[in-house]
Structure formats: structure tokens, C-alpha cells
């Protein structure tokens, strides 16, 4: 058994496999014998209607670094894209320009959300040929592009709804993300005593499809991208009085890329997927769990920059049973009630984590933040106060 190697960005980040342990749980694995080898994320494209606007708030609000831009500017006449990284951590922001733009039927579609979730891979022609036999839809096939700084290997293939999957192998490529990108930077600037970065990495991405095909996007993972089962939450596991989903959780071989893919389920009302679902316009990416060492430090740094979490009652901290099962934790319980951190305890450690409210103006994707001490897990515990601060803010908009 091994490690799968860092990928660039890790490198780039100076992380290593021990606080990759740490952070997002990985573990070793024989990568010799995995149909599909992924090295880990590559990045996290988002479609959105204003992307100039919508880079500068990652940067103030998430403390992102801007990296590589694309445009009019560079000979991109359809589109403006702004590359930002945290850590190991890049997203791709992308607005249309162009009227014709299909970016913006994306949009219109959609709103504000993820189009691609981009993999690094160290053999895309091998992945490519395992996903069309198992029977993927090739959207694109393997091809070069190639600038002064090098070559990188692309491949993308259809996952659900309008989302894709592409594969990148940038090992033979040392420019600031892909050909028809250049360097760039900002002019915006940290306040003074901001940290250097607020997350270090990507944990997990979580999608949301329809009722009764939950199962097929987690089959789908297994025999296309030989991903393995983590976990499954269903039943009582995973409701409220009012709403109710299922969820399972695949992940690539080392842990590094995993997926928990949730369905709605038969409740009173109507459950947080159920209303993603409606305005999304479909299956998609809900939320994005960005892997912190101190996320007192990060929550209180996005709070000041305007960032809106979900409200924890009181409550929760009151409750004996919690104090009876989460044990020591690094710091007070008091502190966490003051931020609305939540806290769980399985097996193997403990974690402790807090949701954003939807990020744009549909109800639709959101952000985690989680800072791992041994847990592989994802706050099993939580679940039900999470559903519940989810539902109030539903019934403030109208939809539960």
C-alpha cells in the first residue's frame, strides 16, 4: 500500500501526506491496481453571472488568491475566467461575454454553480477508455493544448445533471493553470494581520439528484472511476419532523476526491434537496466542504467580511448527550457556541464544522467549513441540527 503522490498544487501549497492526513483524511491505497487513478482535485469551475464581481468576493470574503486570468484581454472573446487558489484549493470563475456565449445559457439555466468538477489524473487516455467501457458519456476526447510553458492532456466526461467531469494530466506543464491563462494578480489587498490563507484545502463536494437516482450516480462513481463506498445515511440518520433525504458517500482510492451524493426522500414538507433541485433546475453541485486547521480563525475572518453562516440554537450546546459524546475537544465548547460551530465524534476522532447560507441569489449552493482531528466521517451527529437551521432559513424564503 502507498500514498498517491502529491498533486501540484499540494506541492505548490507546501503541504505534505501527514497534514493531508489531517486535513481531509487521507489514506493509502494501491494505486497499481485502480482502473482509474486520480491523484486528487485538479479544480472547481463555477458559471456565474458576474464573474469580475463574483472573483473579488472570494478573494475579500474566502481570503483567496488570484492566480491566472483569461478574457478579451488574452484573445478569449467568449468568456472572462479568473483562476483562485487557497492553498491546494483552485477555483475557476467563469461569466460569459459574448451574447452567444453558452456560458450564459448556463446561467440562465442554473444561476450561480459548479460546471466542472476537474480531476488530476496521471493517464487521461487510460481513464477515458475505463469510463467508455463502463459505459460514460465521452463529452470530450483526450487532446493536447500547448503553450510555452508546456503541454497539458484533457478529457472530459458527463457526471449529473449538467455537470462534467475533466481530466487533467499537467505533468508535463509549468504555467499558471492552462494554455490561454496568464499570470495574473490583484490589486486587492488583505487586511492588515489577515492570515495568509483562511482554508488549505478541497475536502469533499457534495451533489444533489433526484429522487430515486441516488443510487445510480453512486454505481455510476464505482464502476466508471472505481470509487469505493464510504458511508450511507438514511432513515432517522438524516431527518427532521418535516424533511427528509438519503445520502452515500464514494471516494477515489486515497480518500482525496469524495463525493456524497444525496436524493430527496417521501416527508411532510419539502427537504432542502427538493428545493435545490427546483432552483437549480436539476442535479448539481450543492455545497463545497473547504478543509481548515483553525476554523475559529476562519469563521471569525469570513463573519468580518460579511459571510452569513447558519444560526445553531443554544440548545445544541446545552444538550448533556453532546458533552457526553464528543468528549475533549481542542477548545471550549463555549467558544464554538459563540461562533455556531458544530461538533461530532466517531470512531476514529472528532471534527468540527459550520455551513454558509447560499452564496448567491437561488438557494442553492453553499459552503462547509471543516477542520478534521481524526474523523474520516461528516457529522453524522450534526445532521439533524444542520436540517433544521436549514429548514428555518426555507420558511423565511417561502419553500418548506
Not at 465524534?345 to 459552503?367: C, K, M, N, S, W
Request: aromatic share 10%.
Amino acid at each position: 500500500m502507498t500514498s498517491a503522490p502529491l498533486t501540484d498544487q499540494e506541492r505548490q501549497a507546501q503541504l505534505d501526506a501527514d497534514t493531508l492526513r489531517q486535513l481531509v483524511g487521507l489514506v493509502e491505497y494501491d494505486a497499481s491496481r485502480d482502473p482509474f487513478p486520480v491523484t486528487g482535485w485538479d479544480a472547481v469551475v463555477f458559471v456565474v453571472g458576474n464573474a469580475t464581481q463574483t472573483a473579488h468576493f472570494y478573494q475579500s470574503a474566502f481570503g483567496m488568491e488570484l492566480v491566472a486570468y483569461s478574457g478579451p484581454e488574452t484573445g478569449n472573446r467568449d468568456h472572462k475566467a479568473y483562476v483562485l487558489k487557497s492553498g491546494s484549493c483552485r477555483f475557476v470563475i467563469k461569466g460569459g461575454v459574448a451574447p452567444d456565449s453558452p456560458l450564459l445559457d448556463h446561467h440562465r439555466a442554473h444561476g450561480d454553480g459548479v460546471s466542472d468538477i476537474a480531476l488530476e489524473v496521471p493517464d487521461v487516455d487510460r481513464c477515458v477508455a475505463q469510463a467508455r467501457a463502463a459505459g460514460a458519456t465521452v463529452l470530450e476526447e483526450p487532446h493536447d493544448l500547448t503553450d510555452s510553458f508546456g503541454t497539458v492532456r484533457l478529457a472530459s466526461i458527463a457526471a449529473y445533471g449538467d455537470t462534467r467531469h475533466t481530466l487533467v494530466d499537467r505533468s508535463a506543464y509549468i504555467g499558471p493553470y492552462l494554455p490561454g491563462y496568464v499570470a495574473r494578480s490583484s490589486a486587492y489587498r488583505k487586511r492588515d494581520g489577515a492570515p495568509k490563507r483562511l482554508f488549505q484545502a478541497l475536502d469533499h463536494v457534495v451533489g444533489n439528484v433526484e429522487l430515486g437516482r441516488m443510487d445510480e450516480w453512486v454505481n455510476f462513481y464505482r464502476r466508471v472511476m472505481g470509487f469505493v463506498n464510504m458511508a450511507e445515511f438514511i432513515g432517522d440518520d438524516i431527518a427532521t419532523d418535516y424533511s427528509a433525504l438519503m445520502s452515500k458517500v464514494v471516494a477515489n482510492g486515497n480518500h482525496r476526491v469524495k463525493f456524497p451524493l444525496n436524493e430527496p426522500a417521501v416527508a411532510r414538507k419539502k427537504s432542502q434537496i427538493d428545493e435545490f433541485l427546483e432552483f437549480y433546475g436539476g442535479p448539481g453541485a450543492q455545497h463545497l466542504a473547504l478543509a481548515t486547521n483553525d476554523i475559529l480563525r476562519t469563521v471569525d475572518a469570513m463573519r468580518a467580511e460579511g459571510v452569513e453562516f447558519l444560526a445553531t440554537p443554544d440548545s445544541y450546546y446545552q444538550d448533556p448527550a453532546l458533552r457526553a459524546r464528543i468528549g475533549e475537544v481542542r477548545v471550549p465548547v463555549e467558544e464554538l457556541q459563540k461562533r455556531g460551530i458544530l461538533v461530532d465524534r466517531d470512531e476514529d476522532g472528532y471534527l468540527l464544522q459550520i455551513f454558509t447560507a447560499p452564496i448567491g441569489d437561488r438557494p442553492t449552493v453553499f459552503f462547509e467549513l471543516i477542520e478534521r482531528h481524526g474523523s474520516l466521517g461528516f457529522g453524522k451527529g450534526n445532521f439533524k441540527a444542520l436540517f433544521e437551521a436549514i429548514e428555518r432559513e426555507q420558511e423565511r424564503r417561502g419553500n418548506l
